[in-house]
């Protein structure tokens, strides 16, 4: 097992990361579960149930570089079997497992839904812990309990203190004791950087790329390898019952294709939760526009606006300049305030 404050220091070495001490400071928290997972757990009648390992909760201001740091200490882990996971993803996989056990009948179906997650994992990295929804508000206590009560270690990153989770949500009191939950297994960090190294990193890049080309295809993709950095899972939001499949995402980072975010009838509810759901969205292929696409020109005016109300950062590759995307067909005129937008969110200090 390498020591995750020694691959944080390569990466310093390298030049790939820039050395902060707000960051170092999250390390002992890091090293100390690592060392008691190389503990051998030991066995035996007499023995008294081993102390549980207190995991790590990680919460702070956008790009402080949670999902990074957490990123290293899974590849830190090497033989410890870890799963890193989107904790929207993961509690759509735990409805799933919860919806087809109900169809066969059992009694309590979180049940076989939490032991099929048990059974391939110790140490759980969920990114991006939020609670808006209350179904899963509901769940995520007892779920806990079970995971905890196999001896998991969950590591999580967030933007809100636990005492924050669920603000304002339906029936808040039933999901207080998870709340108190998190507090007692978890060690509750906040990562309390100056710096957003995403906008960092954004700043003074490139974010438009014109024409749709092989150059283009290569320029967003080192865009998406810097600040995704890792590989891809796809995401998929429900909005009002319905589907809306982002074909990648990673660390807040969503990737799609014009047509896939346009080309669908897809509408502002559905735009809204992808804002929501990303910091950044890398738009590929966006193309010349003319009257037989209006309703792709009209989906992409709804889908800026979701964006530009956001401050999600846009990355795009397009056909062409901004004003030169939709210039005659219905709805031209709304669509000058979305290439005004879109100049505009290509600013270096747009989203700050
Ligand atoms: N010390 C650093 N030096 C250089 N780049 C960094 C540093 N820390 C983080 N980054 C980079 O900044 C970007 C944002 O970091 P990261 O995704 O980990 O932020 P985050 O805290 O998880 O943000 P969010 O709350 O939005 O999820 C990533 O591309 C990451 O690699
Ligand atoms: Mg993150």
Redesign the pocket.
């Known amino acids: 097992m390498s020591r995750v404050s020694d691959i944080y220091a390569a990466?310093?070495a390298d030049g790939?990361?820039?050395?902060?001490p707000v960051?170092q400071a999250v390390m002992p928290e890091f090293e100390r579960i690592a060392t008691a997972l190389s503990k051998p757990v030991k066995r035996g009648l007499f023995r008294k149930a081993a102390e549980p390992i207190q995991g790590l909760y990680?919460w702070?201001?956008?790009?402080?570089?949670?999902?990074?740091?957490?990123?290293l200490f899974v590849v830190s882990l090497d033989d410890v079997p870890a799963r890193r996971v989107h904790f929207h993803a993961f509690m759509q996989e735990i409805h799933t497992a919860m919806h087809k056990a109900r169809k066969a009948g059992a009694r309590d179906a979180l049940e076989p839904a939490a032991a099929e997650v048990i059974k391939s994992v110790r140490v759980l990295a969920f990114?991006?812990m939020q609670i808006t929804d209350i179904t899963d508000a509901m769940i995520v206590g007892r779920l806990f309990e079970k995971l905890f009560d196999a001896g998991i270690v969950i590591v999580t990153?967030?933007?809100r203190v636990p005492d924050d989770l669920y603000k304002d949500g339906l029936n808040r009191q039933l999901f207080l004791p998870f709340i108190d939950l998190i507090k007692a297994r978890l060690v509750v960090h906040e990562?309390a950087?100056p710096?957003?190294?995403?906008q960092?990193?954004l700043e003074g890049t490139q974010v438009y790329f014109t024409p749709i080309g092989p150059e283009a295809r290569a320029d967003i993709q080192s865009v998406w390898e810097?600040?995704?950095?890792g590989a891809a899972d796809p995401l998929t939001l429900v909005v009002n019952k319905r589907e809306v499949l982002i074909p990648a995402f990673r660390?807040?980072?969503a990737r799609a294709s014009f047509y896939d975010m346009c080309g669908a009838a897809l509408g502002p509810a559905d735009y809204l939760a992808l804002a929501e759901a990303t910091?950044v969205l890398i738009l590929e292929d966006i193309p010349r526009l003319s009257r037989q696409n209006f309703n792709e020109a009209k989906r992409f005016v709804t889908l800026i606006d979701a964006l530009y109300e956001a401050r999600v950062r846009l990355i795009a590759s397009a056909a062409d300049q901004p004003e030169m995307l939709y210039v005659e067909g219905e709805g031209t005129f709304e669509f000058e305030r979305t290439a005004s937008r879109l100049r505009e969110m290509q600013a270096a200090d747009w989203g700050t």
Do not use: C
Request: hydrophobic content about 30%; aromatic content about 2%.
């Open positions: 990466r310093i790939s990361l820039r050395a902060d960051q990680l702070g201001g956008v790009g402080r570089g949670k999902s990074m740091l957490m990123d990114d991006e990153t967030s933007n990562l950087s710096t957003d190294y995403r960092d990193r810097d600040l995704a950095g660390n807040g980072v910091r």
